[in-house]
């Protein structure tokens, strides 16, 4: 009899806990987060923060900033593609080549907020005389993930050749955030 008694309560405390489990993961499903969409480049701005840029020996870097005009947050990872271009959208050199550091994370980026990657600039009076140096008037840039890209305002001097040994551009991981000194 004791033995019974035993097998009823195991039997009736076995279906509470599965009950309870299966109310539980119920709840907890229907109250996790929709996922956050990818940015699409529709709705971000793309610009070059020029008042936030600074030198050294030879670089120019310069905040590549992702603002989210969008009415709800939105995601990116990686690097973003840039070249500089003429007026009419002409690339001019090469493309900018990434920087491999740090790794690349996932962005969220709320409505009306910023994320950011830097731009550097190598100064292009420094390449031997191959460089055949023009003006870029824009960037290209295709945010991470994105086959359609956004124009920024840039003005300065580029490495027309495309060879490797000209590379005059290069970007870094997008990152969270207003950008800082580095």
Not at 50 to 76: E, H, M, Q
Not at 90 to 95: F, I, S
Not at 128 to 152: E, F
Request: charged residues 10%; glycine residues 10%; aromatic residues 8%.
């Amino acid at each position: 009899m004791f033995n019974s008694i035993r097998r009823t309560i195991a039997a009736a405390s076995a279906l509470a806990l599965g009950l309870g489990g299966a109310l539980w993961a119920t709840s907890a499903a229907s109250a996790a987060p929709a996922a956050v969409p990818a940015c699409s480049t529709g709705s971000l701005a793309v610009w070059v923060n020029l008042s936030a840029g600074g030198v050294a020996a030879g670089t120019v870097w310069f905040p590549l900033d992702f603002t989210n005009i969008g009415r709800r947050a939105c995601t990116l990872l990686g690097y973003p593609s840039v070249a500089a271009t003429n007026v009419d959208g002409g690339q001019l050199g090469r493309a900018a080549e990434r920087e491999l550091a740090p790794k690349p994370t996932t962005v969220t980026i709320p409505a009306g907020g910023t994320a950011h990657a830097y731009l550097l600039w190598l100064d292009v009076g420094n390449f031997p005389s191959g460089c055949k140096p023009g003006t870029a008037s824009l960037l290209k840039v295709y945010p991470p993930g994105q086959r359609s890209a956004a124009r920024a305002f840039f003005s300065l001097p580029v490495c027309l050749t495309t060879t490797p040994l000209y590379q005059s551009l290069f970007v870094t991981v997008l990152q969270p955030g207003v950008a800082h000194a580095l």
